[in-house]
């Protein structure tokens, strides 16, 4: 069973690392516990979304693109990516024109 905090944390770890900086440099700047973050990393630990925020800000890295990036990797695991399940990334432009409507 994959679980959404081991997720979170290789994600969190992978900006990290790619970034160069230390468990010490990323939770001083996101006013996070060293221990705590390193849990978070590690999948031991859930974080709340303000301590997500605070960690991605820190590592200068869009909330959105962590969550995009976790969500990415849950369904290649759960097989989603497969032709009959197919998740698109676009809004189809039937609904762009329609909310174009009703934004007037």
């Known amino acids: 069973m994959v679980l959404l905090r081991q997720e979170i944390g290789d994600v969190l770890r992978n900006h990290r690392l790619e970034q160069g900086q ?6 001083a700047k996101a006013s996070v516990a060293l221990g705590y973050l390193s849990e978070v990393e590690r999948g031991q630990k859930e974080a709340s ?12 890295v869009p909330l959105a693109q962590l969550l995009r990036e976790v969500s990415d990797r849950l369904a290649l695991v759960e097989g989603a990516y497969a032709e009959k399940t197919y998740i ?8 762009v024109t329609e909310a174009e409507l009703y934004s007037h």
């Open 49 to 60: 979304s303000e301590i997500l925020a605070s960690v991605t800000e820190a590592l200068e």
């Open 88 to 95: 698109p990334d676009t809004v189809p432009d039937a609904f």
């Open 22 to 27: 230390t468990l010490r440099q990323v939770a």
